[in-house]
């Protein structure tokens, strides 16, 4: 007798390859579009399946958990992060959560240093000039003077995998590596980035020429860099976030940014998502990029193979490999 497959509802495009095997395996149901569905329609997509592929652009709270019914058993999420999904809710519900670690590491550390170098060495004001015909005069001593990499101190604040990441390319810069994590490293990690372990967050902003902010959006870190934690920062210094926008309080960095309290900041994400300052948008020592950290070829078909991973290992009882743990638990 065969085996029922699982129903599968993808709230967004995906990789060809990926949507292929995906249908392969599963009572796969894809989109024809990629408008991110509606709240409504989100709700009648829990509904109809076993597995929901959700993707950072769908927020499932507990409202929206319990209008989903008891078939819904497993949210396989295209993604790492999962601070729009209410994980606890979820369980509580009977529904499983997994995630796809790993996968976009390398990606979101390379956008990191391109961020860091775009600043560092004005190449915004400088494509800017090229591009106005008859405004650049030609080679000068003292002109578009940026910073050096080498020496700068580097404060990661969150040292997982992709803070990690992060540190070993900015070392191998020549940048000197100092880190604040809730746990710290093992030795074995710490050695060979020569890296300093801060206790205090307070005392490590202080100190740092730049600031790459790495880790996830929890109700602990909400505005972990606020107005106060941003005053202490030195004015030469530079703050990249490729982690979550909720991480700083992003009027505050404005406003610094534009007073020449901070020399400026690398931002891939923002806090109120594409609702963007235009104030932010506006300034010269501001590079921005649209949350493209992980936007490679290579990620979006690795994040594709470890959410099946996922699914399959589900499909076949036993427990998904990349399981999201709730807070708490």
Same mark, same amino acid.
Request: net charge neutral; hydrophobic share 45%.
């Given at each position: 007798?065969?085996?029922?497959?699982?129903?599968?509802? /993808?709230?967004?495009?995906?990789?060809?390859?990926?949507?292929?095997?995906?249908?392969? /395996?599963?009572?796969?149901?894809? @989109?024809?579009?990629?408008?991110?569905?509606?709240?409504? *329609?989100?709700?009648?997509?829990?509904?109809?399946?076993?597995?929901?592929?959700?993707?950072?652009?769908?927020?499932?709270?507990?409202?929206?958990?319990?209008? *989903?019914?008891? @078939?819904?058993?497993?949210?396989? &999420?295209?993604?790492?992060?999962?601070?729009?999904?209410?994980?606890?809710?979820?369980?509580?519900?009977?529904?499983?959560?997994?995630?796809?670690?790993? *996968?976009?590491?390398?990606?979101?550390?390379?956008?990191?240093?391109?961020?860091? /170098?775009?600043?560092?060495?004005?190449?915004?004001?400088?494509?800017?000039?090229?591009?106005?015909?008859? #405004?650049?005069?030609?080679?000068?001593?003292?002109?578009?003077?940026?910073?050096?990499?080498?020496?700068?101190?580097? $404060?990661?604040?969150?040292? $997982?995998?992709?803070?990690?990441?992060?540190?070993?390319?900015?070392?191998?810069?020549?940048?000197?590596? %100092?880190?604040? &994590?809730?746990?710290?490293?093992?030795?074995?990690?710490?050695?060979?980035?020569?890296? #300093? %372990?801060?206790?205090?967050?307070?005392?490590?902003?202080?100190?740092?020429?730049?600031?790459?902010?790495?880790?996830?959006?929890?109700?602990? #870190?909400? %505005?972990?860099?606020?107005?106060?934690?941003?005053?202490?920062?030195?004015?030469? *210094?530079?703050?990249?976030? #490729?982690?979550?926008?909720?991480?700083?309080?992003?009027?505050?960095?404005?406003?610094?940014?534009?007073?020449?309290?901070?020399?400026?900041?690398?931002?891939?994400?923002?806090?109120?998502?594409?609702? /963007?300052?235009?104030?932010?948008?506006?300034?010269?020592?501001?590079?921005?990029?649209?949350?493209?950290?992980?936007?490679?070829?290579?990620?979006?078909?690795?994040?594709?193979?470890?959410?099946?991973?996922?699914?399959?290992?589900?499909?076949?009882?036993?427990?998904?490999?990349?399981?999201?743990?709730?807070?708490?638990?």
């Amino acid at each position: 007798m065969t085996k029922q497959r699982l129903s599968v509802v /993808l709230t967004r495009r995906l990789p060809d390859a990926v949507e292929t095997r995906m249908a392969e /395996l599963f009572d796969a149901r894809l @989109r024809d579009d990629d408008a991110p569905l509606s709240r409504d *329609a989100l709700a009648d997509a829990m509904r109809s399946a076993d597995i929901l592929v959700p993707t950072l652009t769908d927020v499932i709270d507990a409202p929206l958990l319990g209008q *989903a019914g008891d @078939r819904l058993k497993l949210i396989a &999420n295209y993604g790492a992060g999962v601070d729009h999904i209410d994980v606890g809710a979820a369980r509580l519900c009977g529904v499983l959560v997994s995630n796809t670690p790993g *996968a976009t590491t390398d990606d979101t550390a390379d956008m990191t240093l391109a961020l860091m /170098l775009a600043v560092l060495r004005r190449m915004p004001e400088g494509m800017a000039l090229m591009r106005d015909e008859g #405004t650049w005069a030609g080679w000068a001593p003292q002109a578009l003077l940026g910073r050096r990499l080498r020496g700068l101190r580097l $404060g990661v604040l969150g040292m $997982g995998r992709i803070g990690q990441a992060v540190a070993a390319r900015a070392r191998a810069f020549g940048m000197q590596i %100092h880190y604040h &994590n809730r746990r710290r490293l093992h030795p074995g990690l710490e050695a060979p980035l020569e890296a #300093t %372990h801060w206790d205090s967050l307070d005392r490590m902003v202080a100190r740092v020429d730049v600031l790459s902010i790495n880790c996830p959006h929890t109700p602990a #870190t909400f %505005h972990l860099m606020n107005a106060r934690r941003l005053h202490l920062m030195q004015p030469h *210094a530079v703050v990249v976030n #490729t982690s979550r926008g909720e991480v700083v309080d992003e009027n505050a960095l404005t406003r610094m940014l534009r007073a020449g309290e901070l020399a400026g900041a690398g931002l891939d994400v923002y806090e109120r998502g594409r609702g /963007l300052n235009p104030r932010l948008r506006a300034l010269p020592n501001v590079v921005l990029t649209p949350h493209t950290a992980s936007a490679t070829h290579e990620a979006r078909l690795e994040m594709g193979e470890r959410a099946i991973l996922n699914m399959r290992t589900f499909a076949d009882g036993h427990r998904p490999p990349d399981l999201v743990i709730p807070q708490g638990h």
